[in-house]
């Protein structure tokens, strides 16, 4: 039996009818395989992501010596980052741990409690402190720029309850994780000689859970981080085929770029594991920032991307399934499907009397929902709705690493395919430069006065 598999017959109308793509939508983008194989090998070098499966022996070693000692000396562990400097920790933790891990006696765990904390939500910051002793806490602070004001609020606030609680002895609760040469984090690193990891050059926020960025977290938790990586790397050579029939993240790119193409903007990530939900969270973040994006190499306007929506099963089959049937033609569902989970839970005949509800007992939780996939999928499918699905044969280190791969490498096919980059989020600055100048920031004054202008909205209403 494979350990993944992919299938996407249901992106056609060979499979269901009229709105799927048709060879005509396919043809061209076929004829320009050889010109995106060209740029992924050209840019190999630069895509350094794609290496960190193999390169990693030394950093990997020194991260799970790094790990022993905080799980021996800390009660909790906590990653303070944004983005993808943590959104790949989150899909570690939930994928691969105990779905109430922090709950687990010490003993159970085998090691310290786990939390991401990727807001500035002061509400959220507080409900942490209620259940850390920053004494006994150890905090990975993550920022490929080293500037970011959401992680470098949570460390000023982190620093001085560390140097207030513990005194001298406070950079023992702190592990950073930054450029190996840029930014405010680098200069303090280098300052004060906090413990650091790096990210390397070519390795993007959304492309860095591979690399000290989502290990440490791996190596924290006692997952197997030699498998995340096999993984990485078998699905890796998998993706380097010139053969889109042998390829796997050029036919994802393709479909879903031949699919843009005729309007279809949403891709929905449903998995049928509540593991695998931060997956498809961490999935959201690097098809959107990456492929939403207004200009193409040539500087034509584009208005490129695909809005991704995370969804679950079965949870959303009784939220999202009647509008992904019956509503427009806009969207590919991606099932993943897992084969084996975990564990099962038998469903027994109760001593009770049943009525309609006697054809229940006998199945267990693992089937149903692998039940409910096939029902679901067959609807969606009779609807006329493109779908693919991949199925796993279970939820393991070994098939986490080759979901990240496989969607990081389609990822950059289909910036080859669309000709943009796939690697900066030019957007994201006008945000981020208006909360410099609202928080007083030197150099943005301009910018301050502009935003403090008062506009009047002619829609409000009030209670
Ligand atoms: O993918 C990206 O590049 C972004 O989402 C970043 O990860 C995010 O903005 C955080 O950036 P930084 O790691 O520099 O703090």
Redesign the pocket.
């Known amino acids: 039996m494979s350990k993944l598999k992919i299938d996407f017959g249901n992106m056609f109308t060979s499979q269901i009818g009229e709105y799927g793509l048709t060879e005509g939508d396919m043809a061209p983008l076929k004829e320009d395989v050889a010109r995106v194989h060209k740029g992924m090998n050209e840019k190999k070098s630069e895509m350094v992501w794609r290496s960190l499966p193999f390169v990693q022996d030394e950093i990997v070693k020194d991260m799970k010596e790094t790990a022993k000692k905080i799980n021996e000396k800390f009660d909790a562990f906590v990653v303070l980052?944004?983005?993808?400097?943590a959104l790949g920790s989150k899909a570690l933790f939930s994928g691969l741990k105990h779905l109430h891990y922090n709950e687990l006696s010490r003993k159970k765990r085998g090691g310290a409690r786990f939390y991401v904390i990727d807001n500035v939500d002061p509400d959220r910051m507080n409900a942490l402190f209620d259940v850390i002793d920053v004494k006994n806490t150890c905090f990975h602070v993550?920022?490929?720029?080293?500037a970011?004001v959401e992680?470098m609020s949570q460390f000023m606030i982190i620093l001085n309850m560390l140097k207030d609680a513990i005194g001298k002895d406070y950079k023992d609760n702190i592990v950073m994780t930054t450029d190996k040469e840029k930014g405010t984090l680098k200069k303090i690193v280098d300052e004060h000689g906090f413990k650091s990891y790096i990210v390397p050059d070519g390795v993007?926020?959304?492309f860095s859970v591979l690399c000290p960025v989502g290990l440490l977290s791996a190596a924290v938790l006692n997952i197997d981080i030699e498998a995340l990586l096999k993984g990485a790397g078998d699905m890796h050579q998998k993706c380097e085929n010139e053969n889109i029939e042998e390829n796997p993240a050029y036919m994802y790119a393709l479909t879903h770029c031949a699919a843009m193409k005729k309007g279809v903007n949403i891709s929905v990530l449903m998995p049928y594991a509540d593991a695998l939900l931060d997956t498809a969270e961490w999935y959201a973040?690097l098809w959107a920032?990456s492929l939403g994006k207004i200009v193409d190499n040539k500087g034509n306007t584009v208005h490129f991307g695909q809005t991704p929506v995370r969804a679950l099963g079965v949870t959303d089959q009784h939220s999202q399934v009647q509008l992904y049937r019956e509503g427009p033609f806009d969207k590919i569902i991606c099932f993943i499907k897992v084969e084996n989970y975990n564990s099962d839970v038998k469903i027994d005949k109760p001593d009770m009397v049943m009525y309609d509800a006697n054809y229940i007992p006998g199945k267990s939780m693992g089937e149903l929902i692998n039940f409910e996939l096939t029902g679901t999928r067959y609807a969606v499918t009779k609807s006329g709705k493109m779908n693919m699905i991949i199925t796993l044969d279970k939820v393991d280190a070994y098939n986490i690493g080759a979901l990240f791969m496989l969607f990081e490498m389609a990822t950059a096919a289909a910036g080859e395919f669309l000709d943009i980059n796939a690697f900066d989020?030019p957007a994201?600055e006008t945000g981020k430069q208006a909360t410099f100048a609202l928080m007083g920031r030197d150099g943005y004054e301009d910018m301050a006065k502009e935003l403090k202008k008062e506009v009047q909205s002619e829609c409000v209403y009030t209670l």
Do not use: N, P
């Open positions: 980052g944004i983005g993808g400097s993550i920022t490929k720029s080293g970011t992680t993007g926020g959304r973040q920032e989020q994201v």
